[in-house]
């Protein structure tokens, strides 16, 4: 640990002829900085008192009386190699006053050079004693993967390790699992009274799916925590059949048994995952320090540019700032910055003390692609941290009916929007399961460890839709009060992870194996946890099947330690009978008794007998060797050739990568999932003490300028127009009661719905008649900016149909006023809009779109869609401009006008359907039509507003206010834009940099860096 790294060329300057004499006496075991890139090395460094940097050092052989006595805190005693602050000579040498004080000790004087030479050979020949002792004895035999005891007191512990006991102590678990999750079980409750029933069934009734999955993944972690602390204590015997006794005989090497954490804190167990240098040690090919830190490194050699970025890393992350490294291709960015941010980590937490101060690392790169190979290089490097892989649901949705997965499940299915079909059918899973909860006897008990499948499963929530006849029976008698049950769809993956099975094997699979920390063996197919959005899919259609075991051996020949048998009764197939002690399976810990084997380094056995299954492995002679098995005891768990390869478990990924973020010590996402403030809320990604590094950085600037602007159509804000419009009308009702979350808003919490959507609606309708007003100034200017002479201009100089032209604009100008910046804020003055506007019309959107979320959803697909993708704009135009508002010196707001389809049509009102050029004409939009006006009346008038402001605001009786009087059907030749765009991405960096502990960014190009940090605004002035 004592080791100087050093990290470029030297700056020193040399030293004086007149301290030649103190420095010409070297030894190899001494301290020495032979170059640094510090300006004063001898002040950061350990260093010898002679040669400290802060007080001057005087030989006395030049002057008897000095000030050697005073010492900075790095200062070492020459003789005693401690501290100065420890040496009990230091000042005055009372056991050989003829020596003296120990501060005056240097190189330079031939007393205290053979006072060392004597102390170190007298200790040499003390080791020399030891060790012929020592080999005199008999060396002992060890197994190479027997595990190194920690403990005196679990030396005779082996039965701890015994695979003999997996299944017994599965079956403590999962009696475990049921006494503490089946809360509406009476069986397992028969002890308890009535009340407490009727407390927990009304608390699991209040809980969403994803809360349950996490209340059962962290009483998972408990469990297996309390089991291994037991087994890790001694303190059970080995005849001791007690249910306590067997709680202590849990099998470390379980994956059942890997538990490092309970929820957000770490681990409290002795096996704690926490050595610096990994958790691999074959995949450790060399260490190194970087100011105290033992970095463990996947190669041989370690370049001079890594060396210096994990330097920079450290100082960054020890002192909390932000760091910014360019370093061109090749120089190893990934492997350093992985290796040193996670040794870091681990030291972080070591030595936070009795806190133990968790610091999770965000590591974001641009794309999908570049984060799997993100994933790919952790698993190079000896380091297997809890991880987790943040992904969208159009990777990771599995539904067949969505996005079909495995041979013999269907083609993809195109037309279909992920998000708002998953979104819908998990809000109808939910109230499908709430109401069977609430009613047990009109579908029989519901219980959340074996949720019965839905009948709106699949597709055929429309087609019993169609069957249900006029007295409100479906098919098969069902009564119109639970008629709701088969008419929507539903998800049974999402429903599949309330039950305790599936947090278990989440846990077996994602969590690191605690015993590796001791492990001899293991390659870079070790997974121990690591895993990617494939593995995540994988797992969620048969999470039953563990995949790619890859078992490390030390020598070809050495035994797996499996034992293998024949399925019983008229199973077919070879099952594990017995993983034994000390050997490469039971180190690898994911093997449990009673698995069946399926396939073997890709090969498929599922059907084979051990026998065949036995020749097949003794017969490979490289490592390593890989299984997949299947857990369960049946194969009936894994569907074969049945139903393409779901498993009748088959869970949904999406929400289990979420569970995992939230406890991971390490989470990859590309970085658009942490830049854009709107996806980092709806991923749920937290920044608190969190370090993120942002690899590849040179994109951004883009994307944060890109996620911060928005443009918004004058079509669409009509169709926004029209919507609202449909609930401002609805009669105030009960059952329309919107919550507000902040109570400041208004005089009370609540809110009919019918105002929200009012309120919405006359804010928008600013927007339009604004963007309206700008359009018609466009149309009739003679002006150089007017439409006519644009027209010209285009077919002049042959522009695209897509070209867009200015027509207002509201930015920075000079000096602005008075001077201070102005940028955007006179379009919000123009169009009458404050501060406290826009915190009312955040929280009215919230409700709002919190109640539409929340429907039935009994609209069509097509019409669905449309409504929620319109909710979606609508909460971006308020959140952008939100943020125009409070930023509005960095923002500016453009009308724009383009045309309408084509320029054609823009020139003449007409289109030619075939096209004359290369490309065919794109077809001109309508603006949609408001009731009551229709496609045969398009000249009807809206109809009056009924609302008290509207009413208030009229002053001719004659003359109401009508909502929607532009959307009249009409196809204009022109359509009208706001464009809102940020100029620079420092508002939304130093948002981010505020809310986490350190932002790491590297990229091969990142030069000139001091623009790029005051354009990122990164290190502000104050």
């Known amino acids: 640990d004592s080791e100087v790294e050093i990290i470029s060329p030297s700056r020193l300057k040399k030293p004086s002829a007149a301290h030649n004499n103190i420095l010409e006496v070297n030894d190899d075991d001494d301290i020495q900085i032979t170059s640094s890139n510090l300006t004063a090395p001898n002040v950061v460094f350990p260093h010898h008192r002679s040669l400290c940097g802060v007080h001057k050092f005087t030989p006395l052989s030049i002057i008897d009386n000095s000030g050697n006595s005073k010492f900075c805190p790095k200062c070492y005693c020459l003789l005693c190699d401690v501290p100065a602050s420890q040496c009990k000579d230091w000042e005055s040498n009372r056991n050989n006053p003829t020596v003296g004080p120990h501060c005056h000790a240097h190189n330079g004087d031939e007393k205290w050079t053979n006072l060392l030479k004597a102390k170190r050979d007298a200790a040499a020949a003390t080791s020399a004693t030891t060790a012929a002792t020592a080999a005199a004895r008999p060396p002992p035999t060890r197994n190479p993967y027997q595990r190194p005891q920690q403990h005196a007191s679990t030396s005779n512990n082996n039965s701890a390790y015994s695979s003999s006991n997996h299944q017994q102590i599965e079956q403590l678990i999962h009696n475990e699992f049921l006494s503490r999750l089946a809360t509406n079980d009476t069986n397992n409750n028969s002890n308890n009274n009535g009340k407490n029933k009727e407390e927990r069934l009304r608390s699991r009734k209040e809980m969403r799916i994803p809360e349950v999955l996490a209340e059962n993944f962290q009483k998972a972690l408990k469990i297996h925590e309390e089991a291994n602390s037991s087994a890790a204590g001694g303190s059970a015997a080995a005849n001791n059949s007690s249910a306590s006794a067997a709680a202590a005989m849990v099998d470390l090497t379980s994956p059942a048994s890997t538990s490092t954490t309970t929820g957000a804190n770490s681990p409290t ?45 450290i100082k960054a992350l020890n002192s909390s700032k932000h760091v910014v490294l360019e370093s061109p291709t090749g120089t190893g960015k990934s492997a350093a910055i992985l290796c040193s941010v996670l040794a870091w980590q681990r030291h972080h937490w070591k030595k936070s003390g009795e806190k133990k101060e968790k610091v999770k690392i965000i590591y974001c790169s641009r794309t999908h692609s570049q984060v799997a190979q993100m994933v790919t290089s952790l698993k190079q490097t000896p380091y297997r941290p809890r991880m987790a892989i943040l992904g969208s649901r159009e990777r990771l949705c599995i539904h067949k009916s969505i996005k079909p997965r495995g041979g013999g499940s269907g083609e ?19 109230k499908s399961r709430k109401h069977q909860l609430t009613n047990p006897t009109s579908h029989g008990p519901y219980e959340d460890d074996d949720p019965p499948d839905g009948p709106g499963d699949g597709d055929m929530g429309q087609s019993q839709q169609q069957q249900q006849g006029e007295d409100g029976v479906v098919e098969g008698g069902e009564s119109e009060e639970n ?18 099975r599936v947090a278990n094997l989440v846990h077996s699979a994602f969590v690191p194996n605690n015993g590796v920390d001791c492990c001899s063996i293991g390659g870079k197919e070790s997974k121990f946890g690591a895993h990617d959005i494939e593995d995540l899919v994988q797992f969620g259609v048969d999470p039953n099947i563990q995949r ?32 034994k002690e000390d050997t490469p399976a039971a180190m690898n810990g994911s093997l449990q008794v009673e698995d069946r084997i399926v396939r073997v380094n890709g090969n498929d056995v599922f059907n084979s007998d051990p026998a065949h299954v036995s020749t097949m492995i003794k017969g490979l002679t490289k490592d390593p060797v890989v299984l997949d098995v299947t857990r369960g005891g049946s194969g009936s768990l894994s569907s074969r050739g049945g139903d393409g390869n779901y498993s009748s478990h088959a869970a949904c990924p999406y929400y289990v990568t979420q569970l995992l973020a939230k406890d991971a010590e390490i989470v990859f996402a590309p970085y658009n999932y942490v830049l854009d403030p709107g996806i980092r809320e709806a991923m749920g990604i937290e920044l608190a003490n969190t370090v993120v590094v942002l690899d590849e950085a040179h994109n951004v600037e883009t994307v944060l300028r890109d996620a911060g602007s928005g443009r918004f159509g004058e079509i669409e804000l009509c169709d926004l ?17 919107l919550e507000l979350e902040d109570g400041n808003v208004g005089e009370s919490e609540t809110a009919h719905l019918c105002e929200v959507a009012h309120t919405l609606l006359l804010f928008v309708e600013k927007i339009v008649n604004k963007l309206r007003d700008d359009k018609k100034y466009f149309e009739t200017s003679p002006g150089k900016k007017g439409a006519a002479q644009i027209l010209r201009e285009c077919e002049k100089f042959h522009k695209s149909d897509d070209s867009e032209f200015d027509i207002s604009f509201e930015g920075p100008t000079g000096h602005g006023r008075m001077g201070k910046a102005v940028g955007c804020r006179p379009f919000f003055d123009k169009l009458g809009l404050t501060e406290s506007d826009f915190l009312k019309l955040s929280v009215y959107a919230d409700a709002f779109e919190k109640f539409l979320r929340g429907r039935d959803g009994n609209d069509g697909s097509t019409e669905r869609d449309r409504i929620s993708n319109l909710l979606d704009r609508l909460m971006e135009l308020i959140g952008k401009m939100n943020s125009a508002m409070n930023e509005s010196c960095h923002y500016y707001a453009a009308v724009m006008a383009t045309a309408n389809g084509s320029l054609e049509f823009a020139a003449n009102g007409e289109v030619d359907s075939e096209g004359s050029g290369r490309w065919p004409k794109r077809k001109p939009k309508p603006i949609p039509l408001i009731p009551p006006r229709t496609s045969a009346h398009p000249n009807r008038p809206p109809n009056p507003c009924t609302n008290q402001y509207c009413r208030a605001q009229c002053t001719d009786v004659f003359n109401p206010i009508r909502h929607g009087s532009c959307c009249n059907g009409s196809t204009p030749r022109w359509e009208a834009f706001l464009c809102l765009e940020l100029l620079t991405p420092g508002p939304l960096m130093q948002q981010l940099a505020n809310e986490c502990r350190t932002v790491v960014l590297a990229s091969g190009s990142l030069a000139p860096i001091p623009s790029l940090c005051a354009e990122l605004n990164l290190f502000p002035a104050d």
């Not at 993809?412 to 992920?418: S, T, Y």
């Not at 008629?483 to 305790?500: A, E, I, N, V, W």
């Not at 127009?721 to 009661?737: C, F, G, H, Q, R």
């Open 548 to 579: 790619g075991i890859a078992l490390y051996r030390k020598e070809p020949t050495d035994s797996l330690g499996l034992s293998l048998k024949k399925g019983a009764g008229n199973r077919r197939g070879c099952f594990i009978n017995k993983v």
């Open 483 to 500: 008629s709701f049950l088969s008419r929507q769809k539903t998800c049974p993956h999402y429903r599949q992870l309330s039950t305790s």
């Open 721 to 737: 127009i029209v919507m609202l419009n449909n609930y401002a009308i609805i009669e105030k009702s009960t059952a329309n009661m």
């Open 269 to 313: 167990n002795t096996n704690t995952r926490c050595k610096m240098e990994g958790d691999i040690p074959t995949l450790s090919l060399t260490n190194f320090f970087v100011m105290g830190i033992k970095i463990g490194w996947p190669y041989p050699t370690i370049m001079s540019p890594q060396r210096q970025m994990a330097f920079h890393l």
């Open 412 to 430: 993809e299915v195109k037309g279909i929007n992920v998000n708002n079909e998953c979104r819908m059918r998990v809000r109808n899973t939910e």
